[in-house]
């Protein structure tokens, strides 16, 4: 039994639901071949678009009802045709991933000629709205919940993007975690966020506000400044050495935030860390907050394997990494962190960054998320097999800093020692980036979106692993 440091109270989160009624006649003029909503339409939207598209979720406008996405047929048909929703960037050539939410080319059909024949209702009963996933999406309860030690407060707009909140570990003893989810306090500003359990890096600012007597908030390791000093931001960077593989617990983003880990393999939490909840927050106007909470399923046996988390690209686990940029070429150390990334000159539209992580041991890759900021423009995952063949693991072909999507294989991937995990990506420092804050800035690596991140998180564990041999420490 884990025994509990601190209990943290934690409010029932009540998801307010609106009942939905409506008789809206059918569009008489509708043309009789068009798909209508309550054929197969409303289906697709609900089953699609409706997780976001609903009242207290993250998307601009609610799609639960013939008369509420009505309005939007036409701005539907063309976000669904242009494939930017719902949003799944992979390139479909490359890769076979779970959960894929790309909508079926005879779904997307489907909807642009209901648009095209005038968006009719059609007869008989509306589709029945599916139950939302507002709740812990683990058949059981979880069996410890945290919740952030303070209501983070907002402003309605401004420069406001990353946050850490750190929080001592609750338990005493080390655990294995089988499950972890995230949930948002306020999904409407939570943009994405991690969970993570690492020391506080050394020179962060400690006890700004005491919330509970184990809870400290730090804002920020240095004032946010988008033209900080770059001997400042390499301090911090300094500061931030502490990712190693076994930091991050679960990542969260509209429509994701709950990792089950594949039999046999859990998240290994050591009772001395810290854990960190990274916020990154979009304002909406209003001022707002965001209490946000997790929630951890223990595991009931012993794991054989830890599910590690890796950067690859700026930093990697098991090898030294190195990071070319153009013709020079750096060597980093393993389990270092972020020492190094690229400076991307000013007006640069095209730069090319290519990550190497040499594999020491076998392992076995369960999914990759691609994490790039503004400028972030394209990446490609590339397997090297010993034998020096390369095959494309995951093309996104174009970036979109909005949408931090998680793609899981639906067969894990065994990658044996002696290959190479490769990630190459582009950046667009242009005018011509719409994203872009400043295209006559130097970037430098960053939490702040208007700095620069790169890596392909990819979830993996070590095959010669056994925790059950474990001593504990
Ligand atoms: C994972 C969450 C999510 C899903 C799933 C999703 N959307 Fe969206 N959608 C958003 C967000 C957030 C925005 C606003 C930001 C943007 O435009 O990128 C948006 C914007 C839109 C817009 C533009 C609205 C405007 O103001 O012009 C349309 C149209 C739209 N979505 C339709 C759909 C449809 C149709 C589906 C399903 C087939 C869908 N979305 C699925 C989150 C989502």
Sequence with gaps: MTAVRSSAALGAAVLAVGAIAGTAAANENAAAAAPTFNGEVGRILYENCASCHREGQVAPMSLTSYQEARPWARAIKTKVVSREMPPWFADPRFGKFKDVTALS????????????GGAPQGDGPAPELPEFAGDWLHERPPDYVVEMPIEVELPAQGEFDYLDVWMEFPFEDDVYLEAVQMRPGNPAVVHHAGIFTRPMPPGTRLGLEQVQPTAQLI????????NEDPAVKLARREAAREFTPDAQLIFYRPGGGFNRFPEGTAKLVYAERNLEFQMHYSLTGRPETDRSVAGFWFARDTPRRRMLTVGSGE????????????????????????????????????????????????????????????RGKDMTYIVVWPDGAEETLLHVPNYDF????????????????????????????????????????????????????????????????????????
Excluded: C
Excluded at 220 to 225: C, K, R, Y
Excluded at 408 to 424: H, M, N, Q, R, Y
Excluded at 433 to 461: A, C, H, L
């Design 105 to 116: 080319q005879e779904d997307v059909d489907a909807v642009a000629a209901w648009a095209d």
């Design 219 to 226: 804002p920020q390791p240095v004032p946010i400044n988008p």
């Design 315 to 374: 930093f990697g686990g098991t090898g030294p990494v190195r990071i070319v940029e153009g013709e020079e070429q750096l060597e980093l150390q393993a389990g270092t962190g972020f020492t190094r990334t690229p400076n991307i000159p000013p007006h640069a539209d095209d730069f090319r960054i290519t990550g190497i992580w040499p594999i020491q041991d076998d392992i076995t890759v369960y999914g990759v998320w691609p994490h790039m900021h503004f």
């Design 402 to 473: 909005n949408w931090q999507i998680e793609y899981d294989f639906i067969e894990p991937l065994k990658v044996p020692a002696g290959s190479t995990l490769k990630t190459v990506g582009h950046f667009d420092n242009s005018i011509r980036n719409r994203y872009n804050p400043s295209p006559d800035r130097e970037v430098y690596w960053g939490e702040q979106s208007w700095d620069e991140m790169f890596f392909i998180f990819t979830k993996y564990t070590i095959d010669k692993e056994d925790l059950t041999k474990r001593t504990s420490n």
